[in-house]
């Protein structure tokens, strides 16, 4: 009932952050762990300053600079020797519980990946809505609710029996995927083992101007290379057809944000694309509209 676990923590140029993130991890109330900080070629004293805390289970990985998060991860993960792994972003905190809770409940349910409960909260860490609406735990083979993003799903409320995140690639480390891989990992994993749902809060994630997901120039076009991807694996038919939709309504929407740059014929390459994989004529002229605004 005490397996080792992995807990991977990813940063970039974050002291004052990541420092708050680890002592959320060393807060656990669950005590066997060890911690790989993954530094992505720092230069503001982060891996120095990590390097002073007294705990040996907290390791620092100086990385050269990839700007990739998923090679980070990666990079994190193959250096532990954990049954499980868990993530945590540099700017994020987990509840002291989180990993008590979730690997109880594994062990007990006998399930190789879960997920649970999130909230998010401003820089001051004051909780604030959740822009991605109220949480929904689905247990089971999930990935029809994570193609609709009906179960929605936070890489620091995951854990993952490590042989299926080696079975299913780890990380897609593709740079058409930045800031997506998160998703596009949780898909491999639905279409690969049954998932643990809890509906406790488990992890706190920071709004913030420097979050990387703010960093997102054509967000979309990650997204629909998400779909794009998820389609070469020949999922079940009923899959296909969500995987199509929701393709085409990512690439329309980035046809959007091109027309809105004056960025014409990428726009009409994009709803090109939208149209053969499906996307209605009416909604295709109304995208037009809205980027011609």
Known sequence: MHPLITVVIPTYNRLALVQQAVASVVAQTYTHWELMVADDGSDDGSAESLATIKDSRIKILALPHSGNIAVTRNAGARAGKGAWLAFLDSDDLWIPERLEIQVTKMMQENKRWGYGG?????KDMHMIPNKAGAYYPFSGWIAKEVLTTEASIAIGAILIERTLFEESGGFNDDPELLY?????????????????????LLLRIREHGGRSTNAFEYGHDRTAF?????????????????????????????AVQRMRRGKYMDAVNRLGKALIHGDSLRHLLSVVRRGLK
């Open 226 to 254: 998400v779909y794009e991807h998820f389609l070469r694996q020949h999922p079940e038919k009923d899959l296909t057809t969500i995987a199509r939709k929701r393709l085409a309504t990512s690439l329309a929407e980035s």
């Open 118 to 122: 999130f909230e998010l909260m401003d």
């Open 180 to 200: 997506r891989e998160d998703y596009e990992l949780v898909l491999r994993l639905a279409l690969k083992a049954e998932a643990l749902a809890i509906p406790d």
